[in-house]
């Protein structure tokens, strides 16, 4: 079956960096665009950054120039380098695979992993 299990979350001092990665299986990983989204306490679910099957990229602007999306093919695993963090970044990240299928699209989540930063 599918899974995208999510790690790398935790607690970090703001200005401070942390890796999350997103690990699937049971899906053909090359081509689907991928995506990391997050979801603060009281707040709606918003795309962070995404990356297309052809490695092409896209920031939230509250991320610019501090995240880096990035994939692995060979290890059907997605990553988020987070550097100087905030403490408005705390929230639940999730991993999204997206593919356009003739039928629709077909889209998996993962679990989501917390991320906290103090001030």
């Known amino acids: 079956q599918v899974q995208l299990v999510e790690s790398g979350g935790g607690v970090v001092q703001a200005g401070g960096s942390l890796r999350l990665s997103c690990a699937t299986s049971?899906?053909?990983?090359?081509?689907?665009?991928m995506g990391w989204y997050r979801q603060a306490p009281g707040k709606q679910r918003e795309l962070v950054a995404s990356?297309?099957?052809?490695?092409?990229?896209n920031y939230a602007d509250s991320v610019k120039g501090r995240f880096t999306i990035s994939r692995d093919n060979a290890k059907k695993t997605m990553y988020l380098q987070m550097n100087s963090l905030k403490p408005e970044d705390t929230a639940v990240y999730y991993c999204?695979?997206?593919?356009?299928?003739?039928?629709?699209?077909?889209?998996?989540w993962g679990q989501g992993t917390q991320v906290t930063v103090s001030s």
């Open positions: 990356i297309t099957s052809g490695g092409r990229t």
């Open positions: 049971g899906i053909g990983f090359s081509s689907y665009a």
């Open positions: 999204n695979a997206h593919l356009i299928t003739l039928i629709g699209p077909q889209d998996y």
